[in-house]
């Protein structure tokens, strides 16, 4: 098993720019979910699913869109990137929601 | 307004001593807690988790304890080793049914050889 795989790991995006962040996991897990690390802050929910059809937003939804199409996949879409975003995304999985979650390397996204 | 906090930004222990990581929280119906370890350029990985009808888990050199009257939880690792350095989160399941994790702000620890 692959585990829960995160591309690209790093990306420079320029302000207003666009940009999808891809997640998949291999352990036919039905919960999903998207944080962001930033310094001081710890991680973040931005968005979660329980299962392919459903998401539900997080703490910090605001300007980040998700679908689930798949158990596999839960892509994170930056529709126009902003400075602020600037940060590290993960990606986590999990059999269930409140279950020990499992996350992917992370992505680094850099918005200039 | 942070559920879960981690109010220790870091901390410094010798090699072989005690590192004991603390961690407060303000939802008296949180009912699961885990503790996840992260070293630099990688993923959060799953350390040790404790149900809120236990005070206390060990696994090997960890265990964490379970103070619900204090809201107070805390992971000692006995005897701390140079590959124990790296960022901890607490981390509290929310009590909504939503399977959320609620992270604290982490505590950088660093074992000194």
């Known amino acids: 098993n692959a585990g829960v795989t995160q591309t690209p790991k790093f990306q420079v995006l320029k302000t207003g720019q666009s940009m999808t962040l891809q997640c998949a996991q291999d352990m036919n897990h039905e919960y999903m979910s998207w944080y962001r690390q930033d310094p001081g802050m710890g991680l973040r929910l931005i968005h979660y699913s329980v299962g392919a059809g459903i998401t539900d937003q997080g703490e910090v939804p605001n300007g980040y869109n998700v679908s689930r199409s798949t158990t596999e996949d839960f892509p994170l879409r930056l529709l126009s990137a902003a400075p602020s975003q600037t940060s590290v995304y993960f990606c986590?999985?999990?059999?269930?929601?409140?279950?020990?979650?499992?996350f992917g390397p992370g992505t680094r996204l850099l918005v200039l | 307004d942070q559920q879960v906090k981690q109010n220790s930004p870091s901390l410094s222990v010798q090699e072989g001593r005690i590192s004991i990581l603390n961690c407060d929280y303000t939802n008296s119906m949180f009912d699961y807690f885990l503790w996840y370890k992260k070293y630099p350029a990688e993923g959060p990985t799953f350390l040790i988790s404790?149900?809120?009808?236990?005070d206390k888990n060990e696994d090997g050199r960890f265990t964490v304890f379970l103070n619900k009257s204090a809201k107070h939880l805390s992971l000692h690792i006995v005897p701390s080793q140079p590959g124990d350095s790296a960022v901890y989160f607490c981390a509290a399941s929310d009590p909504g049914n939503t399977g959320k994790l609620i992270f604290g702000q982490g505590t950088t620890l660093q074992v000194k050889p």
């Open positions: 986590a999985s999990s059999y269930a929601g409140g279950e020990t979650q499992y």
């Open positions: 404790i149900s809120s009808i236990k």
